[in-house]
């Protein structure tokens, strides 16, 4: 449990003591101090935890914990740990270039909850399918994987400005950052999630066998 969520029980605790002491003492609440006491402990503490909750609550959604604790997203946790250094999600989260406890977030950040309105109604589709239909693997996103989520860390990087294959035409640098080449297309960082060879991969580190602590 950490700090934001002892904020968020003791907001709510001290709603309910005061709850208590109204229903015990009922008197209190007929004089003025009592009726503000009654409005603190009925409206506003519960008004305070409910926001402080979606806080807390969309916080969690950014870490990678809760992206993977979804049965359906188990093989993508899986391949974030493929020792190639041609599978693309499995290279930045091995070597660090995305931090471990908000990976899914850094390079999703435009997803359901966190994008734009057409992205949080089909946030709201995934709930509803999530328990109606029952979803199978292989996923499949929406709408094609946008540079600017690459781009958002590499942009000014020495190693992408200046790299040979983003130079080896005058326009590629430029149709990779006005969107027209996508990172993701085929003779370039092609290979990202590849769930579909799991048992055929080698995983980082040695010995690492999937297993949930």
């Known amino acids: 449990m950490d700090g934001m969520e002892i904020v968020l029980l003791a907001i709510l605790g001290l709603s309910l003591i005061l709850s208590a002491m109204l229903i015990v003492r009922p008197k209190m609440g007929a004089t003025r101090d009592g009726k503000i006491l009654g409005f603190v402990a009925l409206f506003m503490l519960p008004l305070m935890a409910a926001t402080f909750g979606v806080q807390v609550h969309v916080e969690k959604a950014t870490r990678t914990e809760f992206c993977l604790s979804c049965h359906l997203m188990e093989a993508y946790g ?32 435009d997803y359901t909850l966190f994008g734009d309105v057409k992205a949080k109604m089909r946030g709201l589709r995934h709930i509803w399918a999530q328990y109606t239909e029952h979803p199978q693997p292989p996923l499949e996103l929406y709408v094609p994987f946008p540079n600017g989520n690459c781009l958002h860390c590499h942009l000014g990087s020495r190693r992408f400005e200046e790299g040979a294959t983003h130079n080896i035409d005058p326009d590629v640098m430029k149709q990779i950052k006005a969107d027209k080449l996508s990172c993701v297309s085929s003779g370039c960082h092609e290979t990202t999630h590849d769930t579909k060879n799991l048992d055929k991969a080698k995983f980082w580190p040695p010995g690492w066998t999937g297993d949930k602590k």
Do not use: E, M, Q, W
């Not at 471990?100 to 999703?108: G, P, R, S, V």
């Open 78 to 109: 899986k391949s974030l740990h493929i020792d190639d250094p041609a599978h693309i999600p499995a290279v930045h989260y091995i070597n660090h270039r995305v931090p471990y406890d908000h990976a899914c977030f850094t390079c999703h950040g």
